[in-house]
Every structure is written in structure tokens, then in C-alpha cells.
């Protein structure tokens, strides 16, 4: 996430929500399934990204 000062915006998955922080990175595989709440009141800034990799991950979400 890269800005505060909006309402909403949460990310959500099935079993968590994130409520966005600035410089808060958050991953997940492509085998969850998600949603953003509406943002109700300022700008939600956001800088998405793809990987492929190799490597296993332990956990199908984090937070950095």
C-alpha cells in the first residue's frame, strides 16, 4: 500500500481482511481468491505486481 488518508479499501480474502497500512506489502498465490472494499472517501494508491518462481511458498498469504 502506498498511501494513507482514504476510507475503505480493505483487502479481503476468505478468511482475512487486511486493512491497509502505509508500506505494507502483502502477497498471496494466484489460488486466492479476493476483493478490495470500496474506497468511500479519498485516493487508494496501489503498485500490484507478478512472480513466478520455483520456489514453494509455506503460507498461501503474508504480510511484510
Known amino acids: 500500500f502506498l498511501n494513507?488518508?482514504?476510507?475503505?479499501?480493505?483487502?479481503n480474502f476468505k478468511r482475512i481482511t487486511i486493512t491497509?497500512?502505509?508500506?505494507?506489502?502483502v502477497y498471496f498465490t494466484k489460488d486466492e481468491s479476493h476483493y478490495i472494499k470500496k474506497v468511500t472517501e479519498g485516493i487508494r494508491?496501489?503498485?500490484?505486481?507478478f512472480l513466478n518462481s520455483p520456489i514453494g511458498f509455506d503460507?498461501?498469504?503474508g504480510i511484510i
Open 4 to 11: 494513507d488518508g482514504y476510507v475503505g479499501g480493505e483487502l
Open 20 to 25: 491497509p497500512t502505509k508500506y505494507t506489502i
Open 59 to 61: 503460507r498461501k498469504v
Open 45 to 49: 494508491y496501489t503498485l500490484v505486481g
